[in-house]
C-alpha cells in the first residue's frame, strides 16, 4: 500500500483497483499553473504528479523524460531546481518544451506587450492576406472571416520574427495559437478532437458579422491571449537545466548528452489508435512545422503507436521481428483476439510492443544504478479484448532486467468501467538484478 497524492492504491499487477477519476491528475492539474496551461495539446499529466514523485530528491538528481509531450516533467524538474532532460520526436512539441523551459530576460512581458498590440493594430486592416495553411477542409475549422482575420495575424508574427529576439516572437506563437484554436469549431472529447455541429442561430450570427468586427475580435482575444502569456511568465520560472532533445526514444543512446540518468517519468503513447499528429495539426500547420498530409502520416509512422494518414497503409505490410516474442503470458492469443475484429488493429497492438521492448531495453545504457523509472500508462480495450497494458509492460521492464517491478492504479481514465490509468515503477539493478533499499518503491 501507498498513501500520498494518489489516496491509498493497492500495489497490484493486472487487475485495477476501483478508484476515481481524479482529474487533478490530468492536465486540468495544470491549466491554471504559468507556462504549463498556454496550451492544451497531448494528453498530459499534472505537476502534482510529478513533484509527488520527486518530493525525496537530492541534489545530485538527473531526470529523463523519453516522450516529452507537452513538457510536463522537465518544467516541473526546471521550477523544483532538478535538472533533466527529455527526448521528443515532433519538432513542434520540442520547439513548444523548449520554449516553456527558456529563462526570459527581465522586460520580455513588456516587449511582448509592445509587440502584440502592434500586430493586433495592423491585422485590423481588411486588407486580402493571400496565404492559408494547407490544412485539409480548412472551412470545416474556421469560417471565412476568422480564417482572415488569423492569416493577417500570422502575417504580422511572421514580420515580427525579422525584428524581435527570438523569445518575443516565439511567445508570440503562443498567443497566436491560444486564439486559434478558441476560434475553431471544434470540440476536445476525452481523447480526441470532433468538429461542432453548428446550430442555425449561430449560422445566422456568422452571416451578420462583417470582416472588420470579426477582425476586431480576434485582434482583441489575440490581446488578451498576449496578456495571459505575459503574466506566466513570472510564474514558477525554471531555475534549473532543463531541455527537449529531438529524437526517437528507441534509440535514446544516441539522442541524449549524457549518462547516469537516477530517475525517469514519462508516460508513452497509450495504444488506443490516438494520433498526436492528427490532434496537433492545426498548430503544426499554421506555425510551419508540417506543410502536407504525406508528411504528416510520415511522421505519425515514425512515433510509437502511430496510425494516422499514410502511417496505415505502413503497418498493413509490417511484419513482427520473429526472432524476440513479447514476454507476457498469452500475448499471441490476445493479439489473435484484437486481430480477428480487425487485422490491422493486431499488428497495431504487436509492433506498439515491439517498440516499447526496444525503448526499455535501451533504457539500461543511460540510466545510473539503482535509477527510479515510473511509467504512467493506460489500459485499452478492442471490441471484447482487454489489453493489459500496464501488465505487459511490467513484463518487459522485468525481461530488460529491471528489479522491484510494481503497478499501481492510479485512477479511472473514462466512463467505460474497465479504463484505468497505472504506474509502473521499476527500478535500473545494481550490477546484478537486486536492487538498493534507498530505492525501494515504499
Ligand atoms: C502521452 S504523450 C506524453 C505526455 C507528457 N508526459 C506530458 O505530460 O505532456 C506521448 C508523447 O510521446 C511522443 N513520442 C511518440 N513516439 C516517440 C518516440 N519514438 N520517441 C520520442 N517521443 C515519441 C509523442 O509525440 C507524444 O508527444
Known amino acids: 500500500m501507498t498513501q500520498g497524492l494518489f489516496g491509498q492504491v493497492e500495489m497490484n499487477r493486472c487487475s485495477p483497483v476501483p478508484v476515481g477519476r481524479r482529474d487533478?491528475?490530468?492536465?486540468?492539474?495544470?491549466?491554471?499553473?504559468?507556462?504549463?496551461?498556454?496550451?492544451?495539446?497531448?494528453p498530459a499529466y499534472s505537476l502534482a504528479l510529478v513533484r509527488e514523485l520527486l518530493k525525496d530528491s537530492g541534489p545530485?538528481?538527473?531526470?529523463?523524460?523519453?516522450?516529452?509531450?507537452?513538457?510536463?516533467?522537465?518544467?516541473?524538474?526546471?521550477?523544483?531546481?532538478?535538472?533533466?532532460?527529455?527526448?521528443?520526436?515532433?519538432?513542434?512539441?520540442?520547439?513548444?518544451?523548449?520554449?516553456?523551459?527558456?529563462?526570459?530576460?527581465?522586460?520580455?512581458?513588456?516587449?511582448?506587450?509592445?509587440?502584440?498590440?502592434?500586430?493586433?493594430?495592423?491585422?485590423?486592416?481588411?486588407d486580402a492576406v493571400e496565404w492559408r495553411p494547407a490544412l485539409?477542409?480548412?472551412?470545416?475549422?474556421?469560417?471565412?472571416?476568422?480564417?482572415?482575420?488569423?492569416?493577417?495575424?500570422?502575417?504580422?508574427?511572421?514580420?515580427?520574427?525579422?525584428?524581435?529576439?527570438p523569445g518575443v516572437s516565439d511567445l508570440l506563437r503562443v498567443a497566436f495559437c491560444r486564439v486559434m484554436i478558441r476560434t475553431a469549431n471544434v470540440s476536445f472529447g476525452h481523447q480526441s478532437m470532433s468538429f461542432k455541429k453548428k446550430d442555425d442561430g449561430e449560422e445566422d450570427q456568422l452571416i451578420r458579422e462583417t470582416s472588420a468586427r470579426c477582425a476586431r475580435r480576434v485582434t482583441?482575444?489575440?490581446?488578451?491571449?498576449a496578456r495571459e502569456v505575459a503574466e506566466s511568465l513570472s510564474v514558477d520560472p525554471p531555475g534549473a537545466e532543463a531541455r527537449v532533445l529531438p529524437g526517437d526514444s528507441r534509440h535514446l543512446h544516441s539522442v541524449l548528452p549524457e549518462r547516469g540518468?537516477?530517475?525517469?517519468?514519462?508516460?508513452?503513447?497509450?495504444?488506443?489508435?490516438?494520433s498526436y499528429i492528427r490532434e496537433l495539426r492545426p498548430y503544426m500547420y499554421w506555425l510551419g512545422f508540417l506543410s502536407d498530409g504525406r508528411a504528416a502520416g510520415e511522421l505519425d509512422w515514425r512515433a510509437i503507436g502511430g496510425t494516422w494518414g499514410c502511417a496505415t497503409s505502413m503497418l498493413n505490410t509490417w511484419t513482427p521481428d520473429g526472432r524476440n516474442g513479447i514476454p507476457f503470458p498469452h500475448f499471441d492469443r490476445i493479439i489473435?483476439?484484437?486481430?480477428?475484429?480487425?487485422?490491422?488493429?493486431?499488428?497495431?497492438?504487436h509492433k506498439y510492443f515491439e517498440d516499447i521492448r526496444g525503448h526499455i531495453e535501451g533504457l539500461r545504457s543511460v540510466l545510473a544504478p539503482g535509477a527510479r523509472c515510473h511509467y504512467i500508462v493506460g489500459n485499452s480495450k478492442f471490441y471484447d479484448t482487454m489489453l493489459p497494458v500496464e501488465g505487459i509492460y511490467a513484463a518487459l521492464f522485468e525481461d530488460a532486467g529491471f528489479a522491484n517491478v510494481r503497478?499501481?492504479?492510479?485512477?479511472?481514465?473514462?466512463?467505460?468501467?474497465e479504463l484505468y490509468e497505472f504506474i509502473v515503477h521499476a527500478h535500473m539493478p545494481h550490477?546484478?538484478?537486486?536492487?538498493?533499499?534507498?530505492?525501494?518503491v515504499p
Open 60 to 126: 545530485d538528481e538527473l531526470v529523463l523524460e523519453p516522450f516529452s509531450g507537452t513538457g510536463t516533467t522537465p518544467l516541473a524538474c526546471a521550477t523544483l531546481g532538478i535538472r533533466c532532460h527529455a527526448v521528443e520526436i515532433n519538432p513542434f512539441l520540442v520547439w513548444l518544451g523548449n520554449l516553456k523551459l527558456t529563462r526570459f530576460d527581465k522586460g520580455t512581458d513588456r516587449a511582448l506587450l509592445a509587440a502584440a498590440s502592434g500586430i493586433a493594430e495592423n491585422a485590423r486592416d481588411p
Open 407 to 417: 503497478v499501481a492504479t492510479i485512477r479511472k481514465r473514462t466512463s467505460k468501467k
Open 136 to 165: 485539409h477542409q480548412i472551412e470545416k475549422w474556421w469560417d471565412a472571416p476568422t480564417l482572415h482575420a488569423l492569416a493577417a495575424l500570422c502575417k504580422g508574427i511572421r514580420r515580427q520574427f525579422r525584428k524581435r529576439a
Open 261 to 274: 540518468y537516477t530517475a525517469v517519468i514519462t508516460s508513452p503513447p497509450y495504444p488506443n489508435r490516438m
Open 336 to 349: 489473435r483476439d484484437i486481430g480477428k475484429g480487425h487485422a490491422l488493429l493486431g499488428r497495431y497492438v
Open 431 to 440: 550490477g546484478g538484478k537486486s536492487c538498493h533499499p534507498l530505492f525501494l
Open 24 to 42: 487533478y491528475l490530468t492536465y486540468r492539474g495544470n491549466v491554471a499553473v504559468g507556462r504549463h496551461g498556454w496550451l492544451r495539446l497531448t
Open 220 to 225: 482583441d482575444a489575440f490581446l488578451a491571449a
